[in-house]
């Protein structure tokens, strides 16, 4: 089956830094992806839809210029956490879903997720 | 916007019994597509069961199935002979035809006592 990968499954970072994290769809080519952010004991919150060749549609309340999304091929999508603070350690999760000529009827993949913690 | 309810933040049951999970939504569209995701504490996304509004037929997957009332958006997951790998963190989707973003509920944490 479909396989989304992502990478690290796991980082800590110190206050002001920034980090990349990875979304890779390793079996099929993908325009579009997501990238979702989870707290503790919460539900899945819609961030930001990555677009191929485009800028990310970001959700309203997510600031873009914190959250940076680069869609640079089918198959890859990066998420920066530009100067991250505590409060935004956070699981992250990817998910994507093949490029067909049906689309709307595919399932999503999900990636294995981010788990951020800022010192 | 379109929103998803989970009314029940926390359920539990005995292992070989039967659980019936909640999930209202609310939309304007005729067309749309709705699922069930688990996630268990390893916390990957795993899809359940997917049902497409369109079907009148209530999607089964083995244990799983569901019962989809579209006048009454309502669109609960029934779980047959409860396993113990089934205690996880279950959430409802909702997807709009037109679009492919999910819309989640808050998720129903379900118990299963052995």
């Known amino acids: 089956g479909a396989v989304v990968s992502q990478h690290p499954s796991w980082v800590i970072c110190k206050s002001g830094t920034s980090v990349k994290i990875e979304c890779r769809s390793l079996?099929?080519?993908?325009?579009?992806m997501f990238w979702y952010r989870q707290f503790p004991k919460q539900s899945l919150m819609l961030m930001a839809t990555s677009n191929e060749g485009s800028k990310a549609t970001y959700e309203q309340g997510v600031e873009k210029d914190k959250f940076l999304i680069n869609h640079a091929s089918l198959t890859l999508s990066t998420l920066t956490v530009t100067s991250a603070h505590p409060e935004d350690s956070s699981f992250y999760i990817c998910?994507?879903?093949?490029?067909?000529?049906?689309?709307?009827?595919?399932?999503?993949?999900f990636g294995s997720g981010t788990q951020l913690s800022v010192l | 916007a379109q929103t998803v309810t989970q009314s029940q933040p926390e359920m539990s049951v005995q292992e070989a019994e039967t659980v019936t999970l909640s999930c209202t939504y609310d939309t304007s569209e005729s067309d749309y597509y709705l699922f069930w995701y688990k996630q268990p504490p390893s916390r990957q996304m795993i899809l359940v069961i997917r049902?497409?509004?369109?079907?009148?037929q209530n999607a089964t997957e083995n244990r799983f199935s569901v019962n989809f009332q579209k006048a009454a958006k309502s669109f609960s997951l029934k779980i047959s002979d409860s396993q113990l790998g089934d205690a996880a963190m279950y959430f409802c989707a909702y997807r709009g035809s037109g679009a492919q973003k999910l819309v989640f509920g808050q998720g129903t944490r379900l118990t299963i006592n052995p």
């Open positions: 998910s994507a879903h093949p490029l067909t000529p049906n689309g709307a009827n595919e399932k999503l993949f």
């Open positions: 049902q497409e509004a369109y079907k009148q």
């Open positions: 079996d099929f080519q993908a325009t579009t």
